[in-house]
């Protein structure tokens, strides 16, 4: 019976009914990406015609996490500058906003804190696009948000298990559901055709010992997460700070002073994305 309970939680999540559906201008421009004759100034108009999505891909552009030294102002820029597979994530980062932002500010406040870290460390490790790995970072708790809407009772249940046993939340939902949030969030990025370097990353984030094709990527969002979890940004119900993996942490090879230079440079990043935090929310109260 338990075995049919958990089948029907991994249905259930496989077949996401609540979050908002793609808007379908992923669609027509992963078409237009795969035209080798698509410029980015007809993606960029596009993405025009869309004012509200339009404004929040570019004020996602621009905020501290990808911290470009100039003010990018045009989308067929943005195109340029981070590739189709960056904006592709964006887009589906801005449909979320909203959902995110008014379902659990604090997991909002964490994924834009891990994707501050995530990019410090790509860059500084000399990952190639390394907007990729901040984007997954962006993302990379979506599961998390699929589980509340689609489960709101075992939902509570975890959060319970949480408080009752002191143990993190990706340790209760395995209790609760037989797997965990990492999982759920694969699936979507999956189901969403994003590619690789931000799926496996997002799926093995938490067991980061299982990533076959994109190691280094995930140590990086592994050990991001856990770092800004530890640094007490946006961690809301679950103060529970994962242990960190010996597979990923000799992956990353950091020293104790990149350790030190790393926290500096992310603890100056984290108020440019605190004050975007609170821009967005005020937008929000606004509509």
């Not at 999956?190 to 280094?216: D, F, N, T, Y």
């Not at 605190?274 to 937008?283: A, V």
């Amino acid at each position: 019976m338990e075995n049919d309970q958990k089948a029907e939680f991994r249905r259930a999540l496989r077949e996401v009914k609540n979050l908002p559906t793609l808007p379908g201008i992923v669609a027509k421009l992963t078409r237009m990406a795969d035209d080798p004759d698509t410029t980015t100034e007809q993606m960029g108009k596009v993405i025009s015609k869309d004012h509200i999505l339009a404004a929040k891909l570019l004020k996602l552009v621009n905020s501290a996490f990808y911290g470009f030294p100039q003010k990018i102002s045009s989308l067929s820029s943005a195109i340029i500058l981070l590739g189709f597979n960056v904006i592709k994530s964006l887009i589906i980062s801005a449909s979320i906003f909203e959902l995110m932002e008014g379902s659990d500010v604090e997991l909002w406040e964490h994924s834009l804190g891990t994707a501050v870290v995530a990019s410090t460390l790509a860059k500084r490790l000399g990952i190639n696009d390394p907007e990729e790995v901040s984007t997954a970072g962006l993302i990379h708790d979506i599961g998390k948000v699929a589980v509340k809407m689609e489960l709101p009772e075992q939902y509570d249940e975890i959060l319970n298990v949480v408080d009752m046993k002191q143990i993190s939340m990706v340790e209760a939902e395995r209790l609760v559901l037989g797997l965990d949030h990492a999982e759920v969030g694969g699936w979507l990025a999956k189901s969403w055709l994003l590619p690789k370097k931000l799926v496996e990353p997002i799926a093995c984030h938490h067991r980061p010992k299982k990533s076959q094709e994109e190691p280094l990527a995930t140590a990086i969002l592994h050990f991001s997460d856990i770092l800004i979890r530890g640094m007490g940004y946006g961690h809301g119900a679950d103060i529970w700070v994962p242990p960190l993996s010996k597979v990923a942490w000799e992956k990353l090879g950091l020293t104790a002073v990149d350790l030190d230079e790393i926290l500096d440079e992310v603890d100056e990043k984290l108020w440019d994305v605190k004050g975007f935090s609170l821009d967005i929310q005020s937008e929000l109260e606004k509509t």
